[in-house]
């Protein structure tokens, strides 16, 4: 099967669950960076693996997830694992190691952590003024 996934899709899909703005991720990449680049950036399929790696550092997800992170698979695995009557039918991960749900349910713990860390910095720095 071909893999269709978009890392740019990806990117802005992981930026805007941890509500950080375009401008927001343009300044934590450097002085190259700008609204616009981001914006763009977003509508890439592939993105290099350096510039991949840093946006992974800026946001504290892994790498993989950018590049693994299909939405339309994981929208079939959720749709085809849980439906009436049933808790999980696990027939897709026969020979799966380890359980996927949980692994989006471990970066979604993840990801609140870390925008709760983002706000409580923010409220240090309005306290501070």
């Known amino acids: 099967m071909e893999q269709k996934i978009?890392?740019?899709?990806?990117?802005?899909?992981?930026?805007?669950?941890?509500?950080?703005?375009q401008e927001a991720l343009a300044f934590d990449l450097g002085k190259e960076w700008n609204q616009k680049k981001i914006s763009l950036l977003e509508q890439k399929?592939?993105?290099?693996?350096?510039?991949?790696?840093?946006?992974?550092?800026?946001?504290?997800?892994p790498v993989e997830a950018f590049?693994?992170?299909?939405?339309?698979?994981?929208i079939n695995i959720i749709a085809n694992t849980f439906h009436e009557g049933a808790v999980a039918n696990n027939s897709g991960y026969i020979n799966c190691?380890?359980?996927?749900?949980?692994?989006?349910?471990?970066?979604?713990?993840?990801?609140?952590?870390?925008?709760?860390?983002?706000?409580?910095?923010?409220?240090?720095?309005?306290?501070?003024?």
Do not use: T
């Open 67 to 74: 590049q693994n992170f299909d939405e339309e698979q994981a």
């Open 45 to 61: 399929d592939v993105i290099e693996d350096p510039l991949l790696q840093k946006i992974s550092e800026v946001l504290k997800i």
């Open 97 to 129: 190691s380890f359980n996927p749900l949980d692994k989006m349910v471990d970066l979604y713990e993840r990801m609140l952590q870390q925008q709760k860390e983002m706000i409580d910095k923010l409220e240090k720095l309005i306290q501070n003024k």
């Open 6 to 21: 978009h890392q740019g899709r990806n990117v802005k899909r992981f930026r805007e669950m941890l509500g950080i703005k």
